[in-house]
């Protein structure tokens, strides 16, 4: 079987490599049992592989999308007969209708559910802190992550896993980082335009566009999704002042876990309301400071002290509340957690916003200038674009 075969067969535009092959199949009441080369025992329930069928009855041949739906057929189905073909698929002929199925293993092993498969199958953070993110911060040149999807590849999985990475030698032309982020995917917009120039100005309706010192926030806490990653890339940075400031709301969020488990509890189940208002608009959500996952695991952070409305939950949450909003500011407030970063002429710095907090010190226009261009680009895309160059890469 080439790889084109095993390509067209499945119900994906991925295709599955055969990394293992299955030895025998052992059937039960609801479910049967495959035994791999590897030693490694997977279980699929008969609703699961009939769900899972990649015939063209069941898939639509051109978008790969599944036209068969589960309850057009019976809870109780089962197979007739279940046998390993000489090219190692799992065939099936069920009980139902005179069905055939048939599996291929590469699809069949990527998608086995045992929970050993499902714990390597879930992906960690790199968490950081000062010192680590000073020695392994994610670099590579705006000529390589242009002209290179390998490049680009690593850098964009380093972004993922870090939260953080930095494009150097950018050209210093206005609205060259367009061309940076199209290399992920659309930029997304937002009241404050496709493009925004972090620069002073005198109608400033944001903080960031005044030279005052920035505190440590994330973008946007008051849209029901937050933008996923913020470019900012600097055009001129010649005024004293204006470092970044930037902290992993995830190591934050992971120490207070283990050091202060009931400020930690609070941040993550008591929501907090965010206002973000001006003459044209009024933007206003409510959530956790801390969010979590079904699994416990921290998958985003949302914060913004000047963008956050009158605290308004229950009398007895009122103090717990105040209590962990305080040790999640304080700590972050700790230098052993911040990453200090001046961006200087051509940087490109990207981070997860949802992830990242960063903060700006004052600057002083009377010593030169400072021009930053931003954008967003979802966190979707970045994920997506890791697919389709992870697929291409095969």
């Known amino acids: 079987m080439t790889l084109a075969d095993a390509h067209t067969e499945i119900a994906s535009f991925t295709p599955y490599p055969i990394k293992q092959i299955p030895l025998n199949v052992q059937l039960g009441n609801e479910s049967l049992l495959i035994t791999w080369d590897n030693g490694h025992e997977s279980e699929y329930h008969y609703l699961w592989l009939r769900d899972n069928c990649h015939c063209s009855e069941c898939i639509a041949t051109l978008t790969r999308e599944q036209v068969f739906e589960i309850c057009d057929v019976p809870e109780t189905i089962k197979p007739q007969e279940a046998y390993l073909s000489d090219d190692n698929r799992l065939v099936i002929k069920w009980d139902h209708a005179d069905h055939i199925s048939q599996y291929h293993p590469g699809w069949l092993f990527s998608h086995c559910y045992s929970d050993s498969a499902l714990k390597a199958k879930q992906w960690h953070a790199k968490v950081w802190d000062k010192e680590t993110i000073h020695q392994e911060l ?31 030698s ?40 005044t030279d005052l010192r920035l505190p440590l926030h994330t973008d946007l806490p008051t849209r029901e999704l937050q933008p996923g990653l913020q470019f900012l890339h600097c055009l001129v940075n010649d005024a004293a002042g204006g470092e970044s400031i930037l902290v992993d709301g995830f190591k934050i969020a992971e120490h207070m876990r283990e050091h202060y488990p009931e400020e930690f ?61 305080s040790c999640f500011i304080r700590l972050t407030r700790e230098e ?59």
């Open 138 to 168: 994610p670099t590579n040149t705006c000529v390589n992550i242009m002209q290179s999807d390998q490049h680009l590849l690593t850098w964009l999985k380093d972004l993922r896993d870090y939260g953080i990475a930095l494009i150097k």
């Open 170 to 209: 950018v050209e210093r032309e206005p609205n060259t980082l367009i061309k940076v982020a199209n290399r992920i995917s659309f930029i997304r917009e937002t009241n404050f335009g496709t493009i925004f120039n972090v620069q002073a100005k005198a109608d400033a309706n944001s903080t960031a566009y």
């Open 265 to 325: 509890e609070s941040l993550s189940s008591i929501p907090m309301a965010f206002y973000n208002k001006d003459k044209h608009s009024d933007y206003r959500f409510r959530g956790t400071a801390i969010v979590l996952d079904e699994k416990k695991q921290v998958i985003e952070v949302r914060l913004a002290n000047f963008l956050r409305g009158p605290i308004d939950v229950p009398g007895h949450q009122t103090i717990a509340l105040y209590k962990a909003y």
């Open 336 to 394: 052993r957690f911040q990453f200090f970063h001046r961006l200087n002429s051509g940087d490109l710095i990207v981070f997860d916003n949802r992830r990242v907090l960063h903060a700006r010190n004052a600057f002083d226009l009377k010593t030169g200038s400072r021009h930053l261009q931003g954008c967003y680009v979802d966190r979707d895309e970045l994920l997506s674009r890791i697919r389709v160059l992870e697929r291409d890469a095969l």
